[in-house]
Structure formats: C-alpha cells, structure tokens
C-alpha cells in the first residue's frame, strides 16, 4: 500500500478533483449503451467511491 502526506488545501484540492471525476462518470454511465463498456465505468465509479470515502474518513494532519 503506497501512502501520501498531503496538506489541508491539497487533501480539499484532491476531493474536489475526485467528486467532479465521479459526477462526469456517473453521466457517462447514464449516456453510454454499450454494455461492457457501461460495467467498465460502474468498476471505475465504485474505486472512486471508495477513494472517497478513505479520504474522508482518514485524519487530518
């Protein structure tokens, strides 16, 4: 597991860049109509989701 310091505006920077990510894939996922390529996105989306709740949840420095 590879670990990173970040600092308050950098950690706000990070979740900011992850929730736009996030939202622009869920659109994509919603416009897309092929199959494997919607279950490719819904992996993506779940990592994201993940990320962020980690992010969320680990203390601030």
Do not use: C, W
Not at 20 to 32: C, D, G, N, V, Y
Not at 33 to 57: M, N, P
Request: negative net charge; proline residues 3%; charged residues 30%.
């Amino acid at each position: 597991m590879t670990r990173i310091e970040l600092t308050d505006k950098e950690r706000t920077v990070l979740n900011e860049v992850l929730e736009t990510s996030l939202s622009e894939l869920q659109t994509e996922i919603a416009h897309t109509d092929s199959r494997d390529y919607r279950f490719g996105l819904k992996e993506r989306e779940t990592i994201l989701i993940h990320i962020l709740s980690r992010l969320a949840a680990s203390p601030q420095p």
